[in-house]
């Protein structure tokens, strides 16, 4: 089994970087969209108003082409064919032909039903009781049908029109739509000389003009939208592309590195473990007995052997996790043997330090299938961690539980606990917590302990308050090892010490 932790990392950074890089796009197109709508849409109010204040201009100048008093005298259809009829129809005709978009001109009455107008006039009702092809789509039907004077208009469905088309001019904020075609509205009051109205003229504007108009200065914002994303589009694809080529050119220089020291480490591990074998022969007087100065100075040089040895395993530890060749050799380990192991070696470590090491262990543990190198590169750094970081007269305790078929393990001390600010990145290659800068470390411990942990399917996480201490919480799955398990085992160490493969 082989650690993919670096790989999935690299991935997902990879992944992230992409995806940062088509959100930036996202974004940029959807802002560049609301922009082009937001200008489209304020050309289009734009243009409205000033067709509204065209168009009123109009209704208010044929306002007073009218003689209110030739007006008063059409009543209704006995009037038709009168002087003030024709009169009033061809002056209707005449704004009419002045303005070709005008497609209709009349002249509405108010009545006592606040509701209800009358015709007085209708540009196209010369002679309203003819039968013509009004919308001209071939057929004479109700639609052609002629307005008469005195007949009724509904104005209760266009309450602009009903309240203020006697008292000022108006114009429909909306366009309408119908079998003529696409209209705009506007109202103008004929004023009496009492300044008050009882008639007002209203005229019905085509206004394709203005929807080609619109839709001619549509076109720009389209193809500005539009190149504007094919540019965007364009940079972020470039983007993401020397992105990518930027991480797997740091990616191939990252492995080139890591196989570097992975293997200067395993060059460095042979002799450095040979000098350390040799100092601790001379120690031991198997070549010749040393002086009480000669055994001081080579239990120091054994000391620093030692710690430069670790130091080399560890480096070699980092360089498989970040390669992905940390291999997971599961062994049947005995963990009441494991953990007394451990706790032998951390002992005096801790009374060195005055610190009171409190450990919690199960009477009985099973032997179960784990890597044994594994959890002690765990286990040692936490407990090391813990009496390295807590200062003379603290507490370091120790709890082991086996339940359900987990194994768990807390590691919690008194020192100096971990900053908030720093906690999210404390199992990084190379980090170290701000508070503990002046104390020796490499800031490869946690990240080795986890990746141990989790090459093995488990899991670890810390709790911590800075000045108070810290805890660490390791959970792993056991597989209880088997007589056959056993078996297979020794038959491994036999073909080992035989030479086989």
């Known amino acids: 089994m082989k650690i993919k932790t670096n790989t999935n990392n690299q991935r997902v950074k990879e992944f992230i970087g992409s995806f940062s890089s088509y959100l930036i796009l996202i974004v940029f197109t959807i802002l560049t969209l609301f922009v082009t709508y937001f200008l489209y849409t304020r050309l289009q109010e734009i243009f409205k108003q000033k067709l509204q204040s065209r168009i009123i201009a109009i209704a208010t100048t044929a306002s007073v082409m009218f003689d209110e008093k030739e007006l008063s005298k059409i009543k ?22 002045r303005n070709k978009d005008v497609k209709f001109a009349y002249i509405l009455r108010k009545t006592d039903d606040p509701n209800t107008l009358t015709f007085v006039a209708d540009a196209d009702s010369l002679h309203p009781y003819e039968k013509i092809d009004l919308n001209q789509d ?18 209760s469905e266009f309450p602009t029109l009903k309240e203020f088309g006697f008292v000022m001019p108006t ?72 992105w990518g080529t930027r991480v797997n050119l740091l990616k191939e220089l990252d492995r080139q590195k890591d196989e570097l020291i992975s293997i200067v480490a395993h060059q460095l591990g042979t002799p450095v473990t040979s000098v350390k074998w040799y100092i601790e022969m001379l120690i031991d007087g198997d070549i010749g007995k040393l002086t009480g100065e000669q055994q001081k100075q080579m239990k120091t040089m054994h000391a620093i052997t030692v710690n430069l040895s ?162 660490f919480f390791v959970e792993l799955s056991l597989k209880i090892a088997t007589e056959q398990d056993l078996e297979s085992q020794k038959k491994q160490e036999k073909e080992k010490a035989s030479g086989k493969k």
Request: aromatic share 8%; net charge negative.
């Open 76 to 97: 209704g259809p006995e009037n038709v064919g009168s002087d003030a009829y024709d009169k009033t129809i061809a002056l209707l005709q005449q704004i009419r032909e």
């Open 138 to 155: 071939g057929k004479i039907d109700e639609s052609d049908q002629l307005n008469a004077p005195g007949d009724e208009y509904d104005v």
């Open 171 to 242: 114009v429909d904020d909306e366009l309408a739509v119908d079998q003529w075609g696409t209209f705009l509205s506007s109202s103008s009051p004929i004023w009496r000389k009492d300044k008050t109205a009882n008639e007002f003229i209203g005229i019905d504007v085509e206004v394709s003009d203005y929807l080609i108009s619109i839709n001619a200065a549509l076109r720009p914002y389209i193809f500005f939208t539009i190149f504007l994303i094919v540019i965007l589009t364009t940079q972020t694809v470039i983007l993401v592309r020397m």
């Open 310 to 471: 670790d130091l080399v395993s560890m480096i070699l530890d980092v360089s498989r996790l970040q390669l992905g060749k940390m291999k997971v050799d599961r062994t049947d380990l005995n963990l009441q043997e494991f953990f007394g192991e451990i706790v032998a070696i951390m002992d005096p470590k801790a009374e060195e330090k005055e610190i009171k090491f409190v450990k919690s262990l199960p009477k009985d543990m099973p032997t179960a299938m784990l890597d044994k190198r594994l959890m002690r590169m765990t286990l040692e750094n936490l407990l090391s961690n813990a009496i390295k970081y807590t200062p003379t007269g603290g507490e370091v305790d120790f709890k082991v539980t086996v339940k359900d078929g987990k194994l768990s393990y807390v590691v919690r001390d008194t020192g100096c606990g971990i900053p908030k600010a720093d906690q999210g990145r404390m199992f990084e290659k190379l980090f170290r917590a701000t508070n503990v800068r002046k104390v020796d470390g490499n800031g490869f411990g946690l990240f080795v302990a986890k990746g141990a942990v989790e090459a093995q399917g488990g899991s670890i996480r810390f709790e911590s308050e800075e000045n108070k201490g810290t805890t």
